[in-house]
């Protein structure tokens, strides 16, 4: 028996890996197609940050008293260049990006500043464009200024820079022990999402090619005739798709390890990462191999069933899709859901395999939830493999026409 | 030997198919209860018009649908209680059991070799004398989606027939060839019989079942009209050839259906 499973996942493999055509576009461009995404993302925003970082504001400033131009000038990346617009023209040129803020000072600014007893407070009016990141940034830079400036006065009015302090504070972190720090946050609530997604997308195409498509073609017909026990045809598909899903998903996330140089920004929660932080203990693999096994297992006996209830390879795609919308959404439930795992969530499979991941990838690895997410995994695959046994008998499932 | 004893095969029809037949009907008895044995060593062919339920029959016969009733037994080994044992002992031949076309003739002939369970040495010898007697021997190594039409039929044949064995079932054996590969198929039926195999067939076509046949069962939608050797039936319908003959028992089932 295992000797004939073996044999059709043998000849499965082997339809997959000596067709170049199915190992360009199931491994290889997976691979590639993530690696540049990915990098070009990472550079695109972090040029865009360096950008915006750089860029000089170009600020128009009405009655800036004369201790305020000093403070801007100061400030290497502020240019007070334009001196005499007024309100409705700044506006304009604020809209249309010619300048990055506004400010107007009340005429006798510095006046109300000395004679502060008096209660006439001086107003200054600051006018930033949302819609423009420079501008955005420039309002930043310009309250801040502006801060100081309130810092200097007030200094100034008491006398001493000490009163305004009125405190000091130290604020640390505490010692987290190495088995709890898991790696890189950022990476811990990506990971699940894409090894999960990248499983799915591994062996869907391959699946509904060797399922439905055989049927199709009629090649699995002659399968059918010969004496080997129906349910071993479809356990060895079954079984040759975990091996491809697990191929596919190692060499998509490949891809995303090779744009880590330039995509650290975008996934990394510190901006920057090295390898080394991937690093997990011997258990947490182990217990992270527990979840993704899972997954491949749920997902390949999801994939099988649909695509023998379909009579093609298009109608299989039309039932996949949704199975795969449902696992993209419990993705992104996983990644952006608080990380509490409330008592059903825990029962519920798919998800708590998500969420498994996400712990032991954040250093929260725990036994008990792994073992509650292989079993309800196992529960979900022996029900698949149970419908795809039955399935395999009926002659208007295998043998249609 | 074969024994088919009343065999039916009823079909749920889907929408679709309702509306392709233009009929209202859920069900279609494509075989109404239809017996006849087949003999150790004898050619046997089902002789019927186009929708007649010649493939229906053999499919129920090669194990590749489960009769609505009826039975069949195949060297005393039943088709529905018994499927493995049935499938090892014949070889189901039709033009709609495809190949993988990305394989060699190679891989795919030891593919189902080993489906057969059958040993690597059992394996080469007869691979080797199928590929020699169709030629495919040149084009062991080539793609099956590159080869011709005719190599990939006559692969076809040689997979099927891998595990040598005592009964043939031959759907339509001619059908689409050319003259050529007909003939070599035609000429491997009789060399078949010779080796000792039992063979049945279907087909439409008069001069096949003539010529290759020694009983002959006519089957007209769903039900066998007349059975025998050549002249049993001819003397039975009283008609002097076979083609008459048909005709006749085709006219008969046409008024008893307008009488009805
Ligand atoms: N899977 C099926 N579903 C519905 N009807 C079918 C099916 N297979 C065959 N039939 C119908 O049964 C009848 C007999 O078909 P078939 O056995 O293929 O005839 P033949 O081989 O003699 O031409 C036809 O009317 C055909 O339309
Ligand atoms: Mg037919």
């Known amino acids: 028996m295992l000797k004939s499973l073996l044999l059709v996942a043998r000849k499965e493999l082997r339809r997959v890996f000596t067709d170049k055509r199915l190992v360009i576009t199931s491994f290889l461009l997976p691979m590639i197609s993530i690696a540049i995404i990915y990098s070009l993302m990472g550079i695109m925003i972090g040029r865009a940050e360096e950008d915006i970082k750089s860029h000089i504001t170009r600020l128009s400033g009405i009655n800036v008293p004369l201790v305020i131009q000093e403070i801007i000038r100061s400030d290497q990346t502020i240019d007070l260049s334009t001196q005499n617009m007024s309100t409705s023209e700044a506006e304009k040129a604020l809209l249309e990006g010619e300048i990055d803020y506004y400010i107007e000072f009340d005429e006798d600014f510095d006046l109300k500043i000395v004679d502060f007893q008096s209660g006439d407070i001086p107003i200054i009016k600051g006018l930033y464009s949302p819609k423009h990141d420079y501008s955005i940034q420039a309002n930043y830079k310009i309250n801040a200024l502006m801060e100081s400036y309130r810092h200097i006065t007030l200094a100034n009015r008491l006398g001493d820079e000490a009163y305004i302090q009125v405190y000091e504070m130290e604020s640390g972190e505490i010692n987290i022990p190495q088995e709890n720090r898991g790696i890189d946050r950022g990476f811990a609530s990506m990971i699940p999402l894409l090894v999960s997604i990248f499983i799915f997308a591994g062996a869907m195409g391959i699946g509904i090619d060797s399922i439905a498509g055989e049927k199709e073609r009629g090649t699995m017909a002659s399968m059918l005739i010969t004496p080997i026990d129906r349910a071993l045809i479809i356990g060895g598909k079954i079984l040759s798709l975990s091996v491809v899903a697990l191929i596919s998903m190692s060499s998509s996330f490949m891809g995303v390890l090779i744009s880590i140089p330039f995509s650290a920004r975008i996934f990394s929660s510190t901006g920057s990462f090295e390898f080394s932080q991937l690093a997990m203990s011997s258990g947490d693999l182990g217990l992270f191999l527990i979840s993704m096994i899972g997954l491949v297992g749920m997902y390949v006996s999801v994939i099988a069933v649909l695509s023998m209830i379909a009579n093609s390879v298009k109608e299989a795609g039309a039932y996949i899709t949704p199975a795969y919308m449902l696992v993209m959404i419990s993705g992104f439930m996983n990644m952006f859901g608080s990380s509490d795992s409330s008592r059903i969530f825990q029962y519920i499979p798919i998800y708590n395999n998500l969420i498994s991941m996400n712990k032991i990838l954040s250093g929260d690895g725990s036994i008990t939830l792994s073992l509650i997410s292989l079993l309800t995994s196992i529960g979900v695959t022996l029900i698949m493999l149970f419908i795809a046994r039955s399935l395999i008998e009926k002659e208007k499932i295998v043998f249609p026409s | ?260």
């Open chain 2, 1 to 260: 030997m074969i024994e088919v004893k009343g065999l039916r095969k009823v079909f749920q029809l889907s929408r679709k198919q309702m509306k392709v037949n233009n009929t209202e009907e859920k069900y279609k008895v494509a075989v109404d209860g239809i017996d006849f044995i087949v003999y150790d060593n004898e050619i046997f062919g089902l002789l019927g018009p186009n929708g007649a339920g010649k493939t229906t029959t053999l499919r129920c016969m090669s194990t590749l649908i489960v009769p609505s009733g009826g039975t069949i037994s195949v060297n005393g080994h039943d088709c529905v209680k018994d499927p493995l044992e049935v499938r090892s002992q014949l070889a189901f031949l039709t033009s709609e059991l495809k190949l993988d076309t990305h394989f060699t003739p190679d891989y795919t002939t030891r593919f189902f070799g080993k489906l057969h369970n059958m040993d690597n040495n059992k394996i080469e010898t007869r691979m080797e004398y199928l590929f020699d007697y169709f030629g495919v021997t040149p084009f062991r190594y080539t793609k099956i989606g590159d080869l011709s039409t005719g190599m990939k039929q006559k692969l076809s044949i040689v997979v099927s027939l891998i595990h040598d064995p005592g009964v043939i079932i031959f759907d339509e054996p001619t059908n689409g060839l050319d003259i050529i590969t007909a003939k070599a198929v035609t000429d491997y039926l009789l060399e078949l019989k010779a080796q000792g195999k039992t063979i049945i067939l279907s087909t439409h076509m008069m001069h096949v079942a003539e010529k290759l046949c020694d009983r002959i069962g006519i089957i007209m939608d769903g039900k066998i009209k007349a059975i025998g050797t050549l002249d049993e039936i001819l003397y039975m319908v009283k008609e002097k050839n076979l083609e008459d003959a048909f005709f006749k028992l085709y006219h008969q089932g046409n008024r008893g259906e307008l009488d009805a």
